[in-house]
Nanobody, 119 residues
Framework: QVQLVESGGGLVQAGGSLRLSCAAS????????MGWFRRAPGNEREFVAA????????SYADSVKGRFTISRDNAKNTVYLQMNSLKPEDAAVYYC????????????WGQGTQVTVSS
């Protein structure tokens, strides 16, 4: 059974940085895509970033390009989201998720970690 456990959230001032981690277990993750999503109060869940586990190719939402970096550590089965120059509008619950080919949707989700950005 796939398990995803996020950590690293917290309170930070605008302009500050946080690094989120997502520890994955329960299967082989090669060929999968790992993604980060977020949901702010009153908003729908939105895509933040994704990385292909095998090739390391990445994609980002326009709102975070140049500020956030997604990476993975294959040996630790962990995906990271480095968030720099944080803005109040980045505040949300952040979730990691896994998409297993050939599925087009993300099948497994973590419980989320809260990020709060004070202005």
């Amino acid at each position: 059974q796939v398990q995803l456990v996020e950590s690293g959230g917290g309170l930070v001032q605008a302009g500050g940085s946080l690094r989120l981690s997502c520890a994955a277990s329960g299967r082989t993750f090669s060929s999968t895509t790992m993604g980060w999503f977020r949901r702010a109060p009153g908003n729908e869940r939105e895509f933040v970033a994704a990385i292909n586990w095998t090739y390391g190719s990445t994609s980002y939402a326009d709102s975070v390009k140049g500020r956030f970096t997604i990476s993975r550590d294959n040996a630790k089965n962990t995906v990271y989201l480095q968030m720099n120059s944080l803005k109040p509008e980045d505040a949300a619950v952040y979730y990691c998720a896994v998409r297993v080919p050939p599925a087009s949707k993300y099948s497994y989700w973590g419980q989320g970690t809260q990020v709060t950005v004070s202005s």
